[in-house]
């Protein structure tokens, strides 16, 4: 019945701590175009990928005291799985899906480890990149939107080719 909320609970608790919304979305849009099944539809943002459904689902969990939003620190808001959200995900994971998060579980931790502006600056080259706009327009369109230097972007781009061959990895 809750399907939807398993994945957001997963992530919370191998990551341990999600800090930032932002953060939180564009981890959740990387999982997702790295073939992880996330059923949230992304659109883009003054931020970059986002998703009302997704944002919508956290609120919902945080309603239900599944996940635990801490205070406004810092500016952002930080999410930890609760002891009812740590049950909720015990009772509704079977041993065979717990499994096949593995994969989940690496990238959430890798992704989780980087910063957010650095996500986000990294999802948003991808998301461009997947709506099938071109380098050319991709650099003058960050570089007037979100203010990022050429070699911000050529960085953003390298990171998002190397984290996507660490996934295949995985």
Not at 20 to 45: S, V
């Amino acid at each position: 019945m809750f399907e939807e909320y398993i994945p957001i609970c997963f992530a919370v608790e191998k990551c341990e701590k999600i800090q930032g919304r932002k953060k939180f979305q564009k981890i959740f849009y990387l999982a997702k175009r790295a073939g992880i099944p996330i059923h949230e539809t992304f659109k883009w943002n003054m931020f970059g990928p986002y998703s009302k459904e997704l944002a919508s689902e956290i609120d919902v969990l945080c309603e239900m005291e599944l996940l635990l939003e801490e205070g406004f620190q810092g500016g952002e808001y930080s999410y930890i799985l609760t002891d009812e959200g740590t049950d909720f995900l015990k009772t509704s994971l079977s041993a065979g899906e717990q499994g096949a998060y593995g994969r989940f579980e690496k990238i959430l931790r890798r992704l989780n480890e980087l910063g957010s502006l650095e996500l986000e600056k990294i999802a948003s080259i991808a998301f461009l990149l997947d709506e099938g706009y071109e380098e050319p327009y991709i650099k003058k369109f960050l570089e007037h939107a979100k203010k990022y230097s050429n070699e911000e972007i050529e960085v953003g781009t390298k990171t998002l080719l190397d984290l996507f061959g660490q996934f295949k990895e995985l």
